[in-house]
């Protein structure tokens, strides 16, 4: 209960209450005290002398008796019975006694007893009224030198002392009235403290409590909260603060909440995954990109995290200088080639405080730079053979073959159609490498695809011809122009075209179809060739890639014309494919844009 301010400042009230009121009582009970004393003494003493001088011109008068003493003593008694009064002779026996208590001491040496009386009775001066304390019961007595005879039966007395003593009841009675009343005071005084004082505290404390359970509240996470401002002083500018405070966390918080969604958005549309660990090694976030490239699809330890991407161990990598590059080949559910970076990252304080995995996916950069080496070593293989064989039919020449016309003609032409093919081949190679770079500049116009089909099926009548081939047409009554680069689309047309008369069987039919899509024209030619591999009609269209490598090297084949028609056909916005049967034919066919959906083309 003393713990709350409230009780304490009552506490703290009551003490000052007390204090104040012992002080208050402690001087206040003192002054009366002595007040009555001193008048107490001087009554004492005034009653004292009047006594003694009445006694004294009684005793001159003749002999006195010790009954008349005490009568006229009784008769003069200054207060009351309690009141006692002696009359001593020299030696110190009570000659004459008065009062209530007269019978104890009456006859007896009292010197012993009373030792104020050695004063009086070595005849000196008595000083002052002396204070006594007998059972509890205070007093003021006072010994006065008299002079006087008592006379008892023939023998007189000598009288030299007067002793009173008179009880201090009223002025201690008076004493204990105040000082009860002064303890009620105190008391009544408390009660009301305590009633004021709970009030008082109530002013301080209930505020104080009101932003106690706000910032319990703020510190279960509620921050739409504001504390009633109801005053100027300390408490009001505290209760300020607060809501100052409150309102600053509630804007701190929302713009760490915006961080973290932009944090989060970045983080799940980013190509690259990323993994946090905490100091411990345990996985505090790992982005979508990242799940999906290791196939982690409930939580994963990061000990097998590491060996997936091969990292060595968390404390290796948390205590390396920079980062650590590691690059593997994993089978999550497909294939992917992973490049993780992997380095510590360190708190604002400077200590390491985890470290970051980011995922990068090489594989299609592995992809291409495989195909850039099989390219390179294709063209080399390429330019190499016919280079081989003109090298060698030369030499043969040179070495004494000229001689012979017959042999010399054979060989040249030999020499002269490996040059052609070279030259083909390089011919080729420039296309695709134009296509390359400009495939946005290409120049494009409306174009009539049945016309063109028609002009190079007869270019190609001639070749078609001597195997005993026919081109066949479907054309729909009416065909949509197309924008198109006509020269680029004729070589489309050569290269499937003559594909298609290289590997029909003898006598067999090519046909030539068009169809129209909503916003695309579709040509397809389908020949009864031997049909290609499911297996190879993927890579068909890559450069180089031939399927049966002997047999087209054999048809003057380079691989090149369907990745050059491909290229194209891209660059135009379309696409290309193919359907193809072992033993029944092949049809490759591609889509190119019509005029009219054209709207934003390059029309010249
Ligand atoms: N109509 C077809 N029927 C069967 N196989 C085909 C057909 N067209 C293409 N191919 C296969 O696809 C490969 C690639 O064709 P592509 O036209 O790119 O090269 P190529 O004809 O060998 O040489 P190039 O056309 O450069 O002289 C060919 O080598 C052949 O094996
Ligand atoms: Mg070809």
Avoid at 185 to 193: D, G, P, R, S, W
Wanted: no cysteine.
């Amino acid at each position: 209960m003393f713990r709350s301010i409230k009780w304490r400042l009552i506490l703290l009230y009551i003490l000052l209450i007390v204090v104040a009121m012992q002080f208050t009582s402690f001087y206040l009970l003192e002054g009366i005290e002595q007040d009555y004393l001193e008048e107490a003494r001087i009554s004492l003493r005034t009653s004292g002398a009047q006594l003694v001088r009445v006694l004294e011109a009684e005793f001159k008068r003749g002999p006195y008796t010790r009954e008349l003493a005490e009568g006229l003593i009784s008769e003069f008694r200054p207060r009351n019975d309690d009141t006692l009064v002696l009359l001593v002779s020299p030696d110190g026996q009570a000659l004459v006694a008065s009062g209530k208590e007269a019978d104890s001491y009456r006859g007896l040496n009292v010197l012993g007893d009373l030792p104020i009386l050695a004063d009086p009775l070595g005849r000196n001066e008595s000083a002052d009224a002396e204070w006594d304390d007998i059972n509890d019961r205070k007093y003021l007595s006072l010994g006065v030198p008299i002079t006087g005879q008592i006379a008892e039966g023939t023998k007189q007395h000598e009288v030299r002392a007067l002793y009173i003593r008179e009880p201090l009841d009223n002025t201690y009675r008076i004493l204990g009235d105040v000082q009860r009343r002064l303890l009620n005071a105190t008391l009544l005084a408390i009660a009301v403290t305590v009633v004021l004082g709970s009030l008082a505290a109530q002013t301080i404390t209930s505020p104080i409590q009101e932003i106690t359970s706000k910032v319990t509240s703020l510190a279960e996470g509620k921050f739409d909260i504001e504390v009633k401002v109801k005053s100027g002083d300390e408490i009001g500018k505290l209760a300020q603060v607060f809501n100052y405070l409150t309102a600053q966390l509630r804007a701190t918080l929302t713009e760490l909440r915006n961080d973290k969604t932009k944090l989060e958005a970045i983080l799940t549309q980013m190509t690259n995954g990323v993994i946090a660990l905490d100091m411990h090694g345990a996985v505090i976030h790992a982005n979508i990109r990242a799940r999906d490239m290791l196939g982690i699809t409930h939580d994963v330890t990061t000990d097998i995290l590491l060996e997936k991407l091969n990292l060595g161990s968390f404390d290796r990598l948390i205590q390396g200088s920079g980062p650590k590059v590691v690059e593997v080949h994993l089978n999550t559910p497909y294939e992917i080639s992973v490049r993780s970076h992997a380095a510590p990252f360190h708190s604002a304080q400077g200590d390491i405080s985890g470290a970051i995995i980011v995922l990068q996916d090489i594989t299609e950069e592995e992809r291409l730079e495989q195909m850039r080496r099989e390219f390179v070593a294709n063209v080399s293989h390429e330019l190499r053979t016919p280079l081989t064989t003109i090298k060698s039919y030369t030499e043969t020449l040179l070495t004494g073959a000229l001689e012979s016309k017959e042999l010399a003609g054979r060989f040249l032409t030999v020499i002269n159609d490996e040059a052609d093919r070279m030259e083909r081949l390089v011919k080729d190679l420039l296309t695709l490498s134009q296509l390359d770079y400009q495939a946005a500049t290409l120049i494009k116009r409306p174009t009539l695809l049945d016309e063109l089909i028609l002009d190079v099926a007869d270019k190609l009548s001639f070749s078609a011809q001597k195997r005993g081939l026919r081109f066949r047409t479907n054309f729909p009554e009416e065909v949509p122009p197309v924008l198109a680069n006509a020269d680029k689309v004729e070589q489309i047309l050569v290269n499937i075209m003559s594909n298609a008369i290289k590997y029909t069987f003898d006598g067999g039919d090519i046909t030539v179809s068009i169809d129209i899509a909503p916003d695309q024209v579709r040509v397809g030619i389908l020949d009864q060739g031997p049909g290609i591999p499911k297996e190879d009609q993927a890579r068909i269209f890559e450069r180089f890639y031939r399927v049966d490598k002997a047999r087209t090297r054999e048809l003057g084949g380079t691989g090149l014309g369907l990745a050059i028609a491909k290229q194209i056909v891209e660059a135009h916005g379309g696409h290309i494919g193919i359907n193809s049967q072992t033993g029944k034919g092949t049809e490759i066919f591609f889509f190119l844009p019509r005029l009219s959906t054209q709207v934003g083309g390059q029309v010249s």
